[in-house]
């Protein structure tokens, strides 16, 4: 640097330092301590057992066994050294890694799972069934949260995914009874979901109308629609109405009987493997073919789209539309698959849980997928813990998936960037 | 298809009752760079979005060799050989420079695969025929500005383009790149084809232009040869005679009152947009800073005003030090300060000019007594200052919103320069402003420094600095490149702009 002029004599005031945020070391270092006090000093003295794989499985591989108090202080351990190293690396003005609180995330999960089940009635789980049934939970959530990454990824914020998953939930079970077979259900489904979709499409595309608002009111309206359907229509007449056909479980033989991996993968229902397309489809035609460049495209800077002859909202209202279809398939999963039969607000809130996994997965397919799961293992750890008998209230198990979406939305795998253009409507000039 | 010639005839452009352009006959020989010349919101960029078939004409007729067109979309007017490079670029930034180009005509394999082989090789051949050394796999954000518009420019000429049309280009440049981007313009003329200019500033103008056609209000004015003086061409741009030069006496510094030590900003991502600066101001003295857009201008005027979080260092004014005070205290210790963005920083649009005009001032006497505030007082200050400023609105209660640009930032410039000032901050002064309100703003700024306040100065257009400035700060990446005597030649200032210090060496990293 070089001036001109020589500095004046005049006295400046204290140069302050720039740190990088205190937020990753002192969360860590506060939980961990709370696992150390909790889950270390205060743990249980049973033997916590975590089983592997299920009698008569082709392959029995032995329990996992793990002392509820002396498992509890080493997982404390580990979890204060990683918070060490992340005060650490603060001191030295740099920032954590990023997988370093996923890492931490992970322990602290295991150690609060290995405190419940050590403190439990009945110390033993079954950590095949845990993942499994997660897989299952997150079905419906993996079918919102794709339909969300659709939306945003071509640049309307979907917020009606529970609308969609609803009205979905709906039909199938209507149509699958009325029809005695599944797999129009589904169809059908996947219609009522495009049908809400469009709607969404119309008003935020066409009219301008604010795209959260419009959610929310096909949230509410489908929610009245279905109520009132099913309270006039379904429940006098079950018979006819409401014993939907089920979509049944066709696990794939011999693949089905590895453990853990097996009845994740390969012992689902048609929708279930569906899932797995569906993921797999979305990440390639969205990363790796022309549609999915020109989808983002529109996302990202519709007017450089306009410019170059695509029709930036044709585009908008066709993937929207796709993004209904899909959560209606998702919407299927609870009548056909999960429960034999539809009840009002079936979907309990999932929609809004698929839309924190699309934006903790970060507006990617695949990242929407994982972050469905983390959400499904919650819901499931519920239930499970429900009925080995924990010590811990059942109120406060129920709120459990709601809080890990708090804190996974709350970014403490620090801040994502969505697509530019998502929630603001294009005009032209 | 070899060399194009393009008319537009009788061609108005209506939004609800204003015309944007109205019955405008323009005719682009081919292998010729034509200018549109003409101020800020003239119709130029209208004219070129209705050409490029973005706006529909409310009436007139598009010819290419004599043929009538009738474009629908900019799918339309690309395949009849006309390609564009917008003044903000149509470019996505987190595509890579090969997904930008092949957007809309993307090479696949079977099944909607994308193939981009075909245009990485199509952008290696162009990049090597015009020199232009673009990566067709680099990201697009992370280029620099100049790079990007070559990216668009790559675009055009990979659709085939035989009229470019290049939309106020050299708004974003350094020096150095807008003399490079004038040698890309001349080989391509070269090479066979058009290329509509379209700029408002006059040096570029001459430099390259065979033909100059100014618009003034919507309409044609009148051809120009480039040979013309800058005089008669920027008369002709506001339709008045215009004095290009201000002529201000010398300055007389006095006691250096405002000094900055040090100060860094660091941005969301962690990095510092400002990085360590320091320099004074003496008061009756101007110190400009240049740079170009985006080098920390803004957050540096932004700190000092105390608007900007995660800040450094230490900013004195009169002894008394302004860093972490509110930003109430702050104006309150007798800083002025006209926002870049007088839209949205500067002014409140929906209200009306006189409540525009007391906005910093609302809750004192003589404008308030406790709780209530003194209409009379308000409007009888408004009148005053219209009539000093020269504000043109139809009353002091319009919305300041409806008031074209020089006279809204005449409103900010009156309210800022209303009070009793230690130190004056003005950030682009003149964007958007009409050549005539540019002279008026500028003598009102000369007359703050003469009347013994320090006066900071940013600006991004050279001429404003050199015209207003008794001292040059340059600024690069966030950091003080260095700092000029007024008088320094542009060359020099242009290599600071690019980070080369005064003295040589490169002050990158």
């Given at each position: 640097?070089?001036?001109?002029?020589?500095?004046?004599?005049?006295?400046?005031?204290?140069?302050?330092?720039?740190?990088?945020?205190?937020?990753?070391?002192?969360?860590?270092?506060?939980?961990?301590?709370?696992?150390?006090?909790?889950?270390?000093?205060?743990?249980?003295?049973?033997?916590?057992?975590?089983?592997?794989?299920?009698?008569?499985?082709?392959?029995?591989?032995?329990?996992?066994?793990?002392?509820?108090?002396?498992?509890?202080?080493?997982?404390?351990?580990?979890?204060?050294?990683?918070?060490?190293?992340?005060?650490?690396?603060?001191?030295?003005?740099?920032?954590?890694?990023?997988?370093?609180?996923?890492?931490?995330?992970?322990?602290?999960?295991?150690?609060?799972?290995?405190?419940?089940?050590?403190?439990?009635?009945?110390?033993?789980?079954?950590?095949?069934?845990?993942?499994?049934?997660?897989?299952?939970?997150?079905?419906?959530?993996?079918?919102?949260?794709?339909?969300?990454?659709?939306?945003?990824?071509?640049?309307?914020?979907?917020?009606?995914?529970?609308?969609?998953?609803?009205?979905?939930?709906?039909?199938?079970?209507?149509?699958?009874?009325?029809?005695?077979?599944?797999?129009?259900?589904?169809?059908?489904?996947?219609?009522?979901?495009?049908?809400?979709?469009?709607?969404?499409?119309?008003?935020?595309?066409?009219?301008?109308?604010?795209?959260?608002?419009?959610?929310?009111?096909?949230?509410?309206?489908?929610?009245?629609?279905?109520?009132?359907?099913?309270?006039?229509?379904?429940?006098?007449?079950?018979?006819?109405?409401?014993?939907?056909?089920?979509?049944?479980?066709?696990?794939?033989?011999?693949?089905?009987?590895?453990?853990?991996?097996?009845?994740?993968?390969?012992?689902?229902?048609?929708?279930?493997?569906?899932?797995?397309?569906?993921?797999?489809?979305?990440?390639?035609?969205?990363?790796?073919?022309?549609?999915?460049?020109?989808?983002?495209?529109?996302?990202?800077?519709?007017?450089?789209?306009?410019?170059?002859?695509?029709?930036?909202?044709?585009?908008?209202?066709?993937?929207?539309?796709?993004?209904?279809?899909?959560?209606?398939?998702?919407?299927?999963?609870?009548?056909?698959?999960?429960?034999?039969?539809?009840?009002?607000?079936?979907?309990?809130?999932?929609?809004?849980?698929?839309?924190?996994?699309?934006?903790?997965?970060?507006?990617?397919?695949?990242?929407?997928?994982?972050?469905?799961?983390l959400f499904g293992f919650a819901y499931n750890l519920q239930s499970i813990l429900g009925i080995i008998g924990t010590p811990v209230p059942s109120q406060f198990m129920a709120m459990l998936p709601y809080l890990v979406t708090i804190f996974a939305v709350a970014g403490l795998v620090g801040r994502s960037r969505p697509p530019a253009a998502s929630g603001i409507p294009y005009v032209k000039g | 298809m070899g060399v194009v010639k393009l008319e537009l005839k009788g061609?108005?452009?209506?939004?609800?009752?204003?015309?944007?352009?109205?019955?405008?006959?323009?005719?682009?020989?081919?292998?010729?760079?034509?200018?549109?010349?003409?101020?800020?919101?003239?119709?130029?960029?209208?004219?070129?979005?209705?050409?490029?078939?973005?706006?529909?004409?409310?009436?007139?007729?598009?010819?290419?060799?004599?043929?009538?067109?009738?474009?629908?979309?900019?799918?339309?007017?690309?395949?009849?050989?006309?390609?564009?490079?917008?003044?903000?670029?149509?470019?996505?930034?987190?595509?890579?420079?090969?997904?930008?180009?092949?957007?809309?005509?993307?090479?696949?394999?079977?099944?909607?695969?994308?193939?981009?082989?075909?245009?990485?090789?199509?952008?290696?051949?162009?990049?090597?025929?015009?020199?232009?050394?673009?990566?067709?796999?680099?990201?697009?954000?992370?280029?620099?500005?100049?790079?990007?518009?070559?990216?668009?420019?790559?675009?055009?000429?990979?659709?085939?383009?035989?009229?470019?049309?290049?939309?106020?280009?050299?708004?974003?440049?350094?020096?150095?790149?807008?003399?490079?981007?004038?040698?890309?313009?001349?080989?391509?003329?070269?090479?066979?084809?058009?290329?509509?200019?379209?700029?408002?500033?006059?040096?570029?103008?001459k430099a390259v232009s065979d033909v100059i056609t100014v618009i003034r209000r919507g309409k044609v004015v009148g051809d120009a040869p480039p040979t013309a003086s800058p005089t008669e061409l920027a008369s002709m741009m506001v339709g008045r005679p215009v004095s290009l030069s201000l002529n201000k006496a010398a300055a007389q510094p006095g006691e250096t009152t405002f000094v900055v030590r040090d100060l860094t900003v660091r941005a969301a991502n962690g990095t510092?947009?400002?990085?360590?600066?320091?320099?004074?101001?003496?008061?009756?003295?101007?110190?400009?800073?240049?740079?170009?857009?985006?080098?920390?201008?803004?957050?540096?005027?932004?700190?000092?005003?105390?608007?900007?979080?995660?800040?450094?260092?230490?900013?004195?004014?009169?002894?008394?030090?302004?860093?972490?005070?509110?930003?109430?205290?702050?104006?309150?210790?007798?800083?002025?300060?006209?926002?870049?963005?007088?839209?949205?920083?500067?002014?409140?649009?929906?209200?009306?000019?006189?409540?525009?005009?007391?906005?910093?001032?609302?809750?004192?006497?003589?404008?308030?007594?406790?709780?209530?505030?003194?209409?009379?007082?308000?409007?009888?200050?408004?009148?005053?200052?219209?009539?000093?400023?020269?504000?043109?609105?139809?009353?002091?209660?319009?919305?300041?919103?409806?008031?074209?640009?020089?006279?809204?930032?005449?409103?900010?410039?009156?309210?800022?320069?209303?009070?009793?000032?230690?130190?004056?901050?003005?950030?682009?002064?003149?964007?958007?402003?009409?050549?005539?309100?540019?002279?008026?703003?500028?003598?009102?700024?000369?007359?703050?420094?003469?009347?013994?306040?320090?006066?900071?100065?940013?600006?991004?257009?050279?001429?404003?600095?050199?015209?207003?400035?008794?001292?040059?700060?340059?600024?690069?990446?966030?950091?003080?490149?260095?700092?000029?005597?007024?008088?320094?030649?542009?060359?020099?200032?242009?290599?600071?702009?690019?980070?080369?210090?005064?003295?040589?060496?490169?002050?990158?990293?």
């Amino acid at each position: 640097m070089t001036t001109a002029t020589k500095p004046a004599p005049v006295p400046a005031g204290p140069t302050t330092a720039l740190r990088p945020s205190l937020k990753v070391p002192v969360s860590l270092g506060v939980l961990s301590l709370v696992a150390l006090v909790f889950f270390g000093f205060l743990g249980p003295s049973k033997t916590a057992e975590m089983k592997v794989s299920e009698q008569g499985d082709a392959m029995e591989l032995p329990a996992i066994l793990i002392p509820g108090q002396g498992g509890g202080i080493a997982l404390a351990i580990l979890l204060l050294a990683m918070a060490a190293y992340s005060v650490y690396l603060w001191s030295k003005g740099e920032r954590s890694p990023k997988w370093l609180p996923i890492a931490f995330a992970v322990v602290f999960v295991f150690a609060l799972l290995v405190w419940i089940v050590a403190g439990a009635r009945e110390p033993s789980i079954s950590l095949a069934g845990l993942i499994a049934g997660s897989v299952t939970l997150a079905v419906p959530l993996v079918f919102g949260s794709l339909s969300g990454v659709l939306c945003e990824r071509v640049g309307v914020v979907n917020i009606a995914i529970e609308g969609q998953l609803l009205g979905g939930a709906f039909t199938a079970a209507l149509v699958a009874t009325v029809t005695h077979n599944a797999y129009v259900g589904l169809l059908a489904a996947a219609a009522a979901g495009a049908l809400v979709s469009m709607v969404l499409a119309v008003f935020s595309i066409k009219y301008l109308v604010n795209q959260i608002i419009v959610g929310v009111v096909l949230n509410v309206l489908v929610s009245g629609l279905t109520g009132f359907l099913f309270g006039t229509v379904m429940a006098p007449d079950k018979e006819l109405f409401n014993t939907p056909a089920r979509l049944d479980i066709l696990p794939i033989p011999f693949l089905s009987d590895i453990p853990i991996i097996g009845p994740i993968l390969f012992e689902q229902s048609v929708a279930g493997y569906l899932m797995y397309v569906a993921v797999a489809v979305v990440w390639v035609g969205l990363f790796k073919t022309r549609w999915g460049l020109r989808v983002r495209a529109v996302g990202e800077h519709p007017q450089a789209a306009d410019t170059l002859g695509i029709n930036v909202n044709a585009t908008r209202f066709w993937n929207v539309t796709l993004g209904g279809a899909i959560a209606g398939i998702g919407g299927a999963i609870f009548t056909l698959v999960t429960i034999d039969s539809f009840t009002k607000e079936i979907s309990g809130g999932r929609g809004f849980i698929a839309l924190a996994a699309l934006i903790f997965g970060r507006w990617n397919p695949i990242g929407a997928f994982l972050a469905s799961l983390l959400f499904g293992f919650a819901y499931n750890l519920q239930s499970i813990l429900g009925i080995i008998g924990t010590p811990v209230p059942s109120q406060f198990m129920a709120m459990l998936p709601y809080l890990v979406t708090i804190f996974a939305v709350a970014g403490l795998v620090g801040r994502s960037r969505p697509p530019a253009a998502s929630g603001i409507p294009y005009v032209k000039g | 298809m070899g060399v194009v010639k393009l008319e537009l005839k009788g061609i108005s452009k209506a939004f609800g009752s204003f015309y944007a352009n109205q019955d405008i006959d323009l005719v682009v020989e081919s292998g010729q760079i034509h200018c549109l010349l003409g101020e800020n919101g003239a119709g130029k960029s209208t004219l070129m979005n209705v050409l490029y078939g973005l706006y529909e004409p409310t009436a007139g007729r598009i010819l290419v060799d004599g043929k009538p067109m009738n474009f629908r979309g900019p799918g339309d007017a690309m395949a009849a050989g006309i390609g564009m490079v917008h003044q903000h670029f149509m470019l996505i930034p987190v595509f890579t420079v090969a997904e930008n180009v092949a957007l809309g005509a993307e090479p696949t394999s079977p099944g909607g695969i994308l193939n981009l082989e075909k245009t990485r090789k199509e952008i290696r051949e162009i990049s090597e025929r015009y020199g232009f050394d673009v990566d067709p796999d680099a990201l697009v954000e992370d280029l620099p500005v100049g790079v990007q518009q070559r990216v668009e420019i790559i675009k055009a000429l990979v659709r085939n383009a035989k009229v470019l049309i290049l939309d106020e280009p050299t708004a974003v440049l350094t020096p150095q790149e807008t003399d490079e981007l004038l040698d890309i313009m001349r080989q391509l003329k070269a090479a066979g084809t058009s290329i509509v200019f379209i700029s408002h500033k006059l040096r570029e103008v001459k430099a390259v232009s065979d033909v100059i056609t100014v618009i003034r209000r919507g309409k044609v004015v009148g051809d120009a040869p480039p040979t013309a003086s800058p005089t008669e061409l920027a008369s002709m741009m506001v339709g008045r005679p215009v004095s290009l030069s201000l002529n201000k006496a010398a300055a007389q510094p006095g006691e250096t009152t405002f000094v900055v030590r040090d100060l860094t900003v660091r941005a969301a991502n962690g990095t510092n947009v400002v990085d360590g600066i320091s320099f004074e101001i003496a008061k009756g003295e101007i110190l400009a800073v240049a740079g170009v857009q985006g080098n920390g201008q803004t957050e540096l005027t932004e700190a000092i005003l105390g608007v900007q979080e995660h800040v450094a260092g230490s900013v004195m004014l009169d002894g008394k030090e302004l860093l972490g005070l509110p930003v109430k205290e702050v104006l309150r210790s007798g800083v002025g300060f006209v926002p870049e963005d007088r839209t949205h920083d500067g002014l409140v649009g929906p209200f009306s000019v006189a409540e525009n005009l007391v906005l910093d001032l609302y809750d004192q006497a003589p404008f308030a007594r406790g709780v209530s505030m003194s209409p009379a007082k308000v409007s009888g200050n408004a009148e005053a200052k219209i009539k000093e400023f020269d504000i043109r609105t139809p009353s002091a209660g319009s919305a300041a919103g409806t008031l074209s640009g020089g006279n809204q930032q005449k409103v900010v410039m009156a309210r800022e320069l209303s009070r009793p000032l230690r130190l004056f901050i003005a950030s682009q002064p003149t964007r958007g402003v009409d050549v005539g309100s540019i002279e008026f703003l500028h003598r009102r700024i000369i007359a703050e420094r003469d009347a013994g306040t320090p006066v900071m100065i940013v600006s991004t257009e050279l001429d404003e600095v050199a015209e207003l400035a008794d001292r040059i700060a340059v600024l690069y990446k966030g950091k003080l490149v260095g700092i000029v005597p007024a008088g320094t030649p542009r060359d020099t200032l242009g290599l600071m702009m690019a980070g080369v210090g005064p003295e040589g060496g490169s002050n990158d990293n």
